[in-house]
């Protein structure tokens, strides 16, 4: 019961902060100094037709009406069927079910803002993904052989290199690699994200790689920390007395119980990765969210621009909500409370 | 700092290894300009001009070669570290200064529950002020589109206040009802106002105007009255350091690039003055987590509780008791944060959103050499050695003060 209510409470606080950030895109898509109505019809119209695009776009209401419509067809139902977007009213609508989301039309690219984010929404995936799963088992590795060859040349080998790997940015280590993997070596490819699936994966190692080794260094740092202190604890050194085999009391022992630090970085990670790797996606010209929403900074597309920040902070939310949610799988001390 | 904790920080290596990291680069980037013979805007056409008319390899005249259109490098890169820095040290000043402030007073008066009113009009009081100040700030911030946004948010604030104006109207505690109604009549025409005027169509710098003198007449009445009536407060209540908080949650939820992109582009033109605003106003929200969590101890202490009880005011023990010992961790959150700044800075001119050229800066000097890999790549080592070294740098000083400060910690 208890936990259903603190369930219950987690979801009407981020569904609160989802609100709040949608708000404030919207307003910061009205501060951005373009006239889109201008975009939309071209350097060269009449301002009469200039005047009609503005009308169109519902650009000739009040900031408050233009906000309810926004409100509105953000999420609205809808009929199921997919003929329909060849109607006016859902033609820039994406839909689940009756479920509609609407995000309008790009006024570049002349597309639903809904249908670009689809396009590109997986490549970001995958490389979020790729990068986790990169830095996770790099860093542990390398984080627990350190703590446990404390005070060796080993350990302060990984401690400098994680330090230099935290101080690379991403722009330094991914502008290095892709020098010295791409251009020099000649090994993977320089940019893009490559057809089918074996061209993909090669395309993918770069960026992926770049991202992975900024986290790992990360993670290192964190597990290092984490199982010296644990390492040393009361519990440890009688279950080591009582016999417990050493790889036991290292994983069982030590590893379970950095689980809530490890588990609370790599989902927040996740999460903010999810909303697009922006300078690395740069980079390496990779189709996801975070180069979007570049080229609409710089070409001020403001739909696109509400539309990657809302699919951020969507994501960063989520990641927070299940990281919540499982510290009490993780931990049965917060599940008691 | 006490005597062993420097005593702690000279024996700390990589400590001492950052400190002089630190030094160099600010001396390269502050000095080196000064004695260096070449103009960073000027090409050399004679002596800077490799074969084929690519850039100049490394010479006796210029020693770390040209860029792409024939400019001294060397000095280049001292002034693109003269703005990094700067960027990197307003902004940290500001976001530390402003996360401490947060921080500090949400952790000391967390259980203290005020009128949710008061809420609104602190948020009515800031927001309008900011966009105030912002105005005063006059020409390099004209086209400052963020006014309107803290104008919104004053906005926000009045509506805030006059809804819970409203509430205590309808619990009838009499006491109050002179002062509401008066702050109502001050604040709901406002509101209205602008409710119906369209926003967008109205100059920002006249509702922000007005919202700051409606909630200052309005609050000084209101304060005046209630001290005179010794009011009991029926309005809602919330506390003081939940609101901290969640505000923080929020603005964390941001993906921090991309609203900072989102800002950068929402100004017609950038200038340094800009940059340091919207780095330095997204990025407090660590601090004033980190610093709560140390209030919340600190305000346990024994000492703290005494002058308490010995009625000294709540400025004056934040002030002698609290700060003293918070400041420790704000300066080596204030280390690390100029680290991050560096990057925050260098991605956005990474990414062509920093200033305009010709000003030199690390991140766009990086993203100019990717075009020469294979025929001038000392435009790319060059500025990419830089950025990792100052941040190296000021991550590994920032690591030395926070064992020294805190020998927990250290390993």
């Known amino acids: 019961m208890n936990a259903l209510r603190f369930v219950g409470r987690r979801l009407a606080w981020a569904a609160l902060v989802v609100f709040l950030v949608t708000t404030a895109t919207f307003v910061l898509n009205r501060a951005l100094p373009s006239d889109p109505a201008r975009m939309v019809a071209g350097a060269q119209a009449r301002p009469s037709d200039v005047a009609k695009i503005r009308k169109q776009l519902g650009l000739d209401r009040s900031i408050a009406e233009q906000y309810g419509i926004f409100l509105q067809r953000l999420v609205h139902l809808g009929p199921r069927e997919p003929d329909v977007r060849s109607t006016s009213e859902h033609a820039s609508c994406g839909h689940l079910g009756a479920l509609h989301v609407d995000l309008g ?42 703590a446990l060859r404390r005070n060796t040349w080993l350990d302060t080998t990984t401690v400098a290199i994680a330090l230099l790997g935290i101080s690379a940015p991403t722009f330094v280590l991914g502008v290095a690699l892709q020098w010295l993997l791409a251009y020099q070596l000649r090994w993977l490819p320089l940019s893009g994200a490559g057809e089918g699936f074996v061209d993909g994966l090669r395309h993918l190692a770069l960026p992926a790689l770049t991202l992975g080794v900024f986290g790992a260094a990360y993670y290192t740092r964190l597990v290092r920390g984490e199982m010296i202190e644990l390492l040393e604890a009361d519990y440890v050194r009688t279950a080591r007395a009582k016999g417990v085999a050493g790889w036991r009391v290292v994983l069982v022992h030590g590893l379970r119980n950095a689980l809530v630090p490890i588990v609370t970085v790599v989902g927040l990670e996740l999460g903010a990765l999810l909303g697009g790797a922006v300078i690395t996606e740069q980079i390496f010209s990779w189709p996801g ?22 699919v951020g902070a969507v994501a960063i939310v989520l990641a927070s909500l299940v990281v919540d949610l499982l510290y009490a799988l993780l931990d049965p001390r917060i599940r008691a409370r | 700092m006490d005597r062993r904790a420097i005593a702690r920080f000279r024996r700390n290596r990589g400590a001492l290894v950052g400190l002089a990291l630190v030094v160099a680069i600010v001396l390269f980037s502050f000095v080196g300009p000064l004695i260096a013979g070449h103009d960073p805007y000027v090409p050399d056409f004679d002596r800077g001009r490799g074969p084929f008319g690519v850039p100049g390899a490394p010479s006796r005249v210029h020693w770390l070669g040209t860029d792409n259109i024939f400019r001294d490098l060397l000095v280049r890169l001292a002034h693109g570290g003269r703005l990094s820095l700067e960027v990197a040290f307003v902004a940290t000043t500001i976001a530390v200064t402003l996360g401490t402030a947060v921080g500090i007073a ?72 002179a002062t509401d109604l008066l702050d109502l009549a001050l604040s709901l025409p406002l509101v209205g106002w602008v409710a119906v005027h369209r926003l967008g169509a109205l100059r920002e710098h006249r509702v922000a105007a007005a919202v700051v003198a409606v909630a200052t007449v309005s609050g000084a009445l209101r304060w005046s009255f209630e001290k005179r009536r010794r009011a ?151 500025p990419a050695v830089a950025i990792l070294l100052a941040v190296l740098g000021f991550n590994l000083l920032g690591e030395g003060l926070r064992d020294a400060v805190d020998p927990k910690d250290a390993s």
């Open chain 1, 105 to 146: 039309r790009s006024y570049q690219q002349r597309r639903p803002v809904v249908t670009i984010i689809a396009d590109r929404l997986p490549r970001t995936v995958v490389l979020a993904l790729a990068a986790v799963t990169i830095s996770v088992l790099l860093g542990v590795g390398s984080g627990l052989l350190a």
């Open chain 1, 289 to 310: 969210i975070g180069s979007l929403a570049v080229r609409a900074m710089r070409d001020r597309d403001g739909p696109v621009i509400v539309g990657t920040v809302l």
């Open chain 2, 232 to 382: 009991t407060l029926a309005a809602p209540r919330v506390d003081v350091d939940d609101v901290a908080m969640r505000a923080v949650d929020v603005l964390l939820a941001f993906p921090f690039l991309l609203l900072v992109m989102a800002l950068a582009a929402a100004i017609e033109r950038t200038s340094e003055a800009t940059i340091f605003l919207v780095l330095g106003l997204t990025a407090w929200t660590g601090t004033a987590r980190v610093i709560r969590g140390k209030t919340l101890q600190v305000r346990e202490l024994e000492f703290v509780v005494a002058s308490r009880a010995l009625g000294q005011s709540a400025p004056a023990i934040l002030l002698r008791h609290v700060l003293p010992n918070v400041i420790g961790v704000a300066i080596v959150l204030a280390t690390n944060s100029v680290a991050s700044m560096i990057v925050a800075e260098a991605a956005l001119s990474f990414l062509g959103l920093s200033l305009p050229p010709p000003a030199a800066s690390w991140g766009r000097m990086l993203d100019d050499g990717r075009a020469y890999y294979s025929v001038a790549p000392w435009l790319l080592v060059c």
């Open chain 2, 106 to 177: 949400s952790g000391y008066f967390k259980g203290t529950r005020v009128r949710l009113d008061a809420i609104g009009d602190v948020v009515a009081l800031h927001f309008g002020a900011a966009a105030g100040l912002a105005i005063t700030l006059g020409r390099d911030l004209a086209g400052f589109r963020l006014l309107g946004f803290a104008a919104w948010l004053a906005t926000l604030g009045a509506m805030v206040r006059a809804g819970s104006v409203g509430f205590s109207l309808v619990r009838r505690r009499r006491a109050v009802i």
